[in-house]
């Protein structure tokens, strides 16, 4: 665990993501961090979307680049929710070179609570926040 983050999902850059420069172009670091987080939320948390009354969506997301990676490099992406409001939640996420505690990216992602039968936010659920804390507490057991 790195800087206290609890969660983590490692991933190889594929030659589609990098551009000319032959670095990750800037935008795949969004999908990495989707990739992570829905896994937070699957396999950290134990969520299952199709069962259970939850849905998010993003409101904002700002990235802040320290290093570039590229091809063929393993990555960590290092995942924790460090807000949760009435209706959102912020998670900080963090990107790794494999074996590198240094980030080459750092993240705060704001995620919104979502109807999507009323296309409107609504409320966090108190199942999913009693998981969140609990997770992040260390009282929910990691994978």
């Given at each position: 665990?790195?800087?206290?983050?609890?969660?983590?999902?490692?991933?190889?850059?594929?030659?589609?993501?990098?551009?000319?420069?032959?670095?990750?172009?800037?935008?795949?670091?969004l999908t990495?961090?989707?990739?992570?987080?829905?896994?937070?939320?699957?396999?950290?948390?134990?969520?299952?979307?199709?069962?259970?009354?939850?849905d998010?969506?993003?409101?904002k997301?700002?990235?802040?680049?320290?290093?570039?990676?590229?091809?063929?490099d393993?990555?960590?992406?290092?995942?924790?929710?460090?807000?949760?409001?009435?209706?959102?939640?912020?998670?900080?996420?963090?990107?790794?070179?494999?074996?590198?505690?240094?980030?080459?990216?750092?993240?705060?992602?704001?995620?919104?609570?979502?109807d999507a039968?009323?296309?409107?936010?609504?409320?966090?659920?108190?199942?999913?926040?009693?998981?969140?804390?609990?997770?992040?507490?260390g009282?929910?057991?990691?994978?």
């Amino acid at each position: 665990m790195v800087n206290d983050y609890r969660f983590s999902h490692r991933l190889k850059v594929r030659y589609s993501e990098i551009d000319g420069q032959k670095i990750v172009f800037n935008a795949h670091y969004l999908t990495y961090i989707d990739v992570a987080v829905t896994e937070y939320f699957l396999e950290g948390l134990k969520l299952d979307f199709e069962a259970e009354d939850f849905d998010f969506v993003l409101a904002k997301s700002t990235l802040e680049y320290k290093n570039s990676a590229r091809l063929n490099d393993w990555l960590t992406i290092w995942c924790k929710m460090s807000k949760i409001g009435n209706s959102s939640m912020t998670m900080n996420c963090m990107i790794t070179k494999e074996g590198e505690e240094d980030p080459i990216l750092l993240a705060e992602i704001i995620y919104v609570s979502y109807d999507a039968e009323t296309k409107m936010s609504r409320p966090v659920p108190e199942f999913v926040r009693a998981r969140i804390e609990a997770y992040e507490s260390g009282q929910l057991s990691t994978r």
